[in-house]
Structure formats: C-alpha cells, structure tokens
C-alpha cells in the first residue's frame, strides 16, 4: 500500500526506492552494477610493454583515435585489454543478420524457435573471434607506428610470440566482455551488450566536459548546453514515436454444441527507428575505414605515402566529406536494415495463421504489401531523424568553435537508447509487483 509520503515523492524517486524494496529487483540492480565495475576495472589493465607517455602524446594528435576512444571508456587510451570493447562482437551479428536472408541454412536454421538461436548466436560468437583479432592487430600496428609498443611482427625485430600474446589478450578482453554482458541480460537488468557500451560512454564523459569547458568560452558551453537538451528531447521523441495498424482477431470457439465467433481488436506498433542504432554504429565503422588505413600508409615516402596523407585529411572528424558521407551511408544503412529486419518478421503470415487482419486490408500478400508501404514511409522520417542526429554536432562544433564538441550526439543517441529500454524493463517488473515504474 503506498503510504501518504510516498505520494508526495516525485515519481521517478519512488520507482527508484520501490526498485531496491523488493529483494529479487534490488539483487538484479546490485548484480548489474557490479558486472560494470568488473568491466571498468578492465579497462584500466594495459596490456605489456606500453609507453604510456608517447601513447597520451599520440591520442593528443590524433583525432581519429580520439574519436574511437569515447565509446571505449578510456580503455582505448589505456591501450588496455578491453580495448576492443564489444564492437567486434556487434560488427559479427550485424554480418549475421544481414547473412540470415540471404543463406538458406540460416533461414532454416532461424526458423527452428529457440534452438535455432541459440546456433545462430554460437555462430556469432566464433565470428567474433577473427574479427577481433584483425581488429586488435590493426591496433598494435599503429600504436607501433606512432612508438607506443616495439616488437610487433613482422615489422623489423618483431616478436611473433609476443604478437600473438597482445593479439590473445585483446581477443580474450572482448569474449570476456560479451560474457558479462550476456550474464547482465540473464541474471541483472537490460540488454547487458548495451549495457557495458552504455558505461563506456559514460565513464569518457568527464574527460570530455572537461575539453569543453577548456576549449570553449561561457556562452559557448551554454549554447552546446541547450544544444545537447535538445538533441536529447528529439531522441526521446523519435524513440518512443510509433504508428499504429489496427488490428483485429477472430476465432471460433465450440461450446454447448454450438459455434460462437469471437472477436477481438488490438493494435501493430511500427515505430519511425526501427532500426534503431545499427545504422549509426554501422556507417560510422565503414566511415572510419579508409582514415583507419591512411594512419598505417601515411608513413612511407612514396606516392602510397602521399595519397594516404591526403586521405587523412578528407576521412578526419574535422573535415566535411566525413560528415557528408555519415549522413548518406546512416540514411542507407537505415532504409537497407529496416526492410531486411522488416521482411523476417513475417509479420504478415503471422497475422494470418493467428487468425488476424488489418482492417479493410485482404489477409497474405495484400497485407504484406500494405505494411511494406507503411514502414517504407515511416523509414523516410526516421532515416533523416538518424542522419540529422549523427552529423548535428560537426556543425554545433563550427558554431562554438570547439573541437570537443563533435560526439556528444552520436554518445547521447546510444546513451538515450539504452536508458529507456532498461527503464522499460525496470517498469515492467515494478508493474508486475503492483508498483508505479518510472514512465507514465
């Protein structure tokens, strides 16, 4: 029974106090809380032979790197174990979602309930494994260009089995950390994987107020200020922004040796981002590629040398060809995503075994066709809502004049995201206690 005081309360600092009343609830909050401990700790662990001082000196000058590091936490910078982060593992289920369309194998396999994915899922985690190597090594051969770490091989004096212990270490961090996020999506709250990028995020957030403040002047913090609320308000609009198909289901039930029809109506939700954000995260990795590889050529002093120089340039956070293309390969990715996650819900053969109907639409492909439209339509605001938030702060930058400023819409889009899905399902468990949860 809620007493008097607690009335009184504001809402969300009730679901709060409720949340860590009840024993099981208040068991999941603690045991997710200290899994991203577990993970921050890891992120302060560099793996051997780091200069530290030339490595602060390189992510100094290097935007790039810089740029990476945020959605790190500061492991990047630390050159640590979890360095890779988790991002080897996301890149491998979108290669396998995007896969499972188009392999029929896979399609079967995706079809056999939860036993399918559990496969696909082990699938995923042995595709992880190279793509984090290739990644880790890409790591340590431009950390020893810049005379962070020696010995890499094949370079001149390289070490193979020191190689392989770095490239180990990098490769166990990031199946380590996919396990405590899938242990936080079993025993804690939210989706653990979003989770420990969520934190990451975070924990770089003070290092990056701090160059705000250094780089801009009083009213240009206020200014990027009212800028971040109001980016963070348009994502929370398009977030929770969906439309409705009506719905209605019939069936025969047989009783007292006669057949009743019943009917019952209800609704399909197809949000505006769908997509969610797998496209940003997407166009960002396919942005980022061609700088990533200028970094290892732009030291020799051939013609190699002097394409990859002016690569570096026009693929730098600070230029206006990388934000163009952001903006056009997040619209792609989305239209692309969208339909191709769209077209395996079967949303349509669905409704109709399960005796459903759009009204006023005929059941099978005449359905299908008529949420293809709708979803197409609502891509179109979606994809553009994306696009606007990815490259929002390259002009915000220009304004205030800070180079700073240029991730906080690309962190706050993933920051919003998975704060909202673990508020839902922090409500969804107050909810089934008899509790008010923290969204009306």
Do not use: C
């Amino acid at each position: 029974m809620v007493t008097q005081e607690a009335e009184e309360r504001p809402r969300l600092l009730q679901a709060a106090i409720d949340s860590f009343r009840i024993p099981d609830l208040r068991a999941k909050i603690l045991f997710t809380l200290f899994i991203l401990a577990v993970f921050r700790f890891m992120a302060q662990v560099p793996i051997p032979g780091i200069d530290q001082g030339r490595l602060d000196n390189l992510f100094a000058n290097n935007q790039l790197l810089g740029f990476l590091d945020l959605f790190s936490g500061g492991a990047l910078r630390n050159l640590s174990v979890a360095a890779l982060g988790v991002f080897p593992y996301i890149t491998s289920s979108i290669v396998m979602q995007l896969l499972v369309p188009v392999i029929p194998s896979l399609q079967r396999m995706s079809r056999e309930g939860e036993y399918g994915r559990q496969k696909i899922n082990r699938i995923t985690h042995w595709i992880t494994v190279p793509i984090a190597a290739a990644q880790g090594y890409g790591q340590l051969q431009l950390v020893q260009q810049a005379g962070v770490i020696d010995g890499v091989w094949p370079s001149a004096g390289g070490d193979l089995i020191g190689t392989v212990a770095m490239l180990a270490s990098l490769v166990a961090g990031t199946m380590f950390l996919v396990w405590l996020g899938e242990l936080i999506t079993e025993r804690g709250i939210g989706n653990g994987i979003s989770l420990i990028i969520f934190a990451g995020i975070v924990a770089g957030f003070p290092t990056l107020i701090q160059n705000l403040t250094d780089q801009a002047s009083f009213w240009g913090v206020v200014a990027l200020a009212i800028t971040g609320v109001g980016i963070i308000a348009l994502i929370v609009i398009f977030t929770e922004a969906h439309r409705r198909i009506p719905v209605q289901y019939g069936r025969s039930i047989f009783r007292g040796g006669r057949m009743y029809r019943q009917t019952g109506a209800t609704y399909l939700p197809l949000r505006i981002n769908s997509a969610g954000m797998i496209p940003v995260i997407f166009a960002f990795s396919i942005v980022i590629l061609p700088g990533t590889i200028a970094n290892f050529l732009g030291v020799r002093d051939d013609w190699v040398g002097s394409v990859a120089v002016m690569f570096q340039s026009w693929f730098a956070p600070d230029h206006v060809l990388y934000w163009v293309l952001t903006f056009v390969l997040v619209v792609a990715f989305t239209f692309f995503y969208t339909l191709v996650v769209f077209q395996q819900q079967q949303l349509a053969e669905n409704l109709q075994k399960n005796g459903g109907f759009v009204p006023g639409i005929r059941p099978g492909p005449p359905t299908q066709e008529y949420l293809n439209r709708v979803i197409l339509r609502l891509t179109v605001g979606g994809a553009l809502y994306l696009g606007f938030v990815a490259v929002v702060a390259y002009p915000a930058s220009l304004l205030a004049d800070v180079q700073a400023a240029l991730l906080p819409s690309i962190s706050m889009l993933i920051m919003v995201g998975v704060a909202l899905d673990t508020l839902r399902q922090l409500e969804a468990q107050l909810m089934m206690r008899n509790y008010e949860g923290f969204l009306r």
